[in-house]
């Protein structure tokens, strides 16, 4: 079979790993690097790993001297939906990074876009690729924790004033008028709400019963960087994810799924699980399947399913439709939130915030359950989105 003709799409910033690993399955025979489209000139590390590959400005011209089989797309949220389409209908299957859309709408006309051309769109879930998530809900639904009670998951990250200020649509709820989304539980987090969405098997339309959210912000931007989301699935279970950029303290995000005899923390960055039961503590360490190298064998024998394709993420696009249609994000109580100078960069920390979203994701509370500072009022109510299932792609 001949090697299939990849098309990258957004080089720098996480592009860059995709071009690196590109590079290696190029190099290893496994596929050809078409080309390379960015709106932005290479640097020298970027050219040395195109190689011979064509580097353009242009998607269209892109996609026609290319006639790519598979397209890799990293680009900001807002360009997805449009780069996504122009890449189906020219013929290439996709690696479409996450947040899929940033609207449901864009969701559901890129999955009827799929359908109608028969091409397999996977998105760049990685956490979704790891054997840790089977394996935990087998165990789960073998009885290993007893009686679900819950899940909880927690995000405790720093990101300081060059993060915000590297790309003008980051930390934006929209750009020129048109929806960003790049929220903590949206981007950044995106993995936790998506990893505890699988876990509940919850991850078609019709998946959520009811979302809560509270949104905030400590840092002079649009979007949340410190939120509470608690759902309730259809099938009963009550998720939080509580989650903030602004940590005194950084720690690997966790999803906890909590049960009458004990508890699994999925430390989803490291593979790693640790079951607390009765018979004692053990740590489980998975591996994890590239989602690149899934799509391409999935191309050549599509009889098993992909490990994300994009009908699977649509419980998460209903919950980031929600974040997009809520009130913006309130700002956090200014005798909260310490500014720290770390050398040219500036970061804002929120006090007690490490504890609040443990306690949040612990008791499925919301923040301002747990606090009345983070009140006013209680959760917004979001709604759950009038969502319909549409077709699943190829
Ligand atoms: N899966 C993950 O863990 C992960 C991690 C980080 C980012 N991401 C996702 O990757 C995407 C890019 O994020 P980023 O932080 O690298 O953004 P970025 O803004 O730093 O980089 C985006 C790149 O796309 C290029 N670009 C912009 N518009 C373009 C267009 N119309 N055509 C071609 N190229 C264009 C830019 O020049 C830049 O090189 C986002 O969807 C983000 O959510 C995923």
Redesign the pocket.
């Known amino acids: 079979m001949s090697r299939p003709r990849v098309l990258l ?7 860059r790993g995709h071009l690196q690993r590109l590079r290696r399955l190029a190099d290893a025979g496994r596929l050809e690097l078409g080309g390379v ?4 000139p290479p640097d020298e590390e970027l050219t040395a790993l195109s190689g011979t590959a064509p580097w353009t ?1 242009d ?1 269209d011209e892109a996609l026609r001297r290319v006639r790519p089989d598979v397209a890799v797309v ?4 807002p ?2 939906a449009p ?1 996504a389409l122009a890449a189906l209908e020219a013929g290439a299957d996709l690696l479409l ?3 899929p859309t940033a609207t449901w709408a864009e969701f559901e006309q890129l999955q009827r876009a799929a359908a109608a051309a028969g091409r397999h769109v996977q998105v ?3 956490s979704l690729g790891s054997s840790a998530l089977p394996a935990v809900a087998a165990d789960v639904a073998a009885g290993r924790l007893g009686t679900l009670r819950g899940i909880g998951a927690t995000g405790t990250w720093q990101r300081a004033d060059s993060y915000w200020s ?2 003008r ?2 930390g934006r709820r929209t750009l020129e008028g048109r929806p960003v989304v790049d929220g903590a539980l949206t ?1 950044p987090f995106a ?1 936790a709400v998506a990893t505890a969405l699988r876990l509940d098997g919850s991850e078609d339309a019709a998946s959520l019963a009811s979302v809560e959210l509270e949104l905030h912000r400590a840092n002079p931007i649009e979007a949340d960087d410190t939120s509470c989301l608690r759902l309730r699935t259809a099938r009963g279970t009550t998720i939080v994810v509580a989650v903030t950029l602004c940590a005194a303290t950084a720690r690997e995000p966790a999803v906890t799924l909590r049960g009458s005899r004990g508890s699994a923390t999925l430390r989803y960055t490291r593979d790693e699980v640790t079951w607390s039961t009765p018979e004692g503590t053990v740590v489980e360490q998975h591996t994890r399947r590239d989602l690149l190298e899934d799509l391409l064998e999935h191309r050549g024998d599509p009889a098993g399913a992909l490990l994300v394709p994009l009908e699977r993420t649509a419980a998460f696009t209903a919950v980031l439709e929600a974040v997009r249609t809520a009130p913006d994000p309130r700002p956090v109580p200014p005798e909260l939130v310490q500014v720290l100078q770390e050398g040219d960069d500036r970061r804002c920390v929120v006090r007690g915030v490490d504890e609040l979203v443990a306690a949040a994701a612990g008791r499925l509370a919301t923040f301002s359950e747990l606090d009345p500072r983070w009140a006013p009022g209680a959760a917004q109510p979001a709604g759950v989105p009038a969502v319909q299932p549409a077709p699943p792609s190829a």
Request: aromatic fraction near 6%; proline fraction near 6%; charge should be negative.
């Open positions: 799409v957004g080089a720098h910033g996480h592009g489209c960015d709106t932005a400005d998607l990293v680009t900001p949220i360009t997805h780069i990074e996450k947040p760049g879930f990685q590297r790309a649509w980051a981007n993995h």
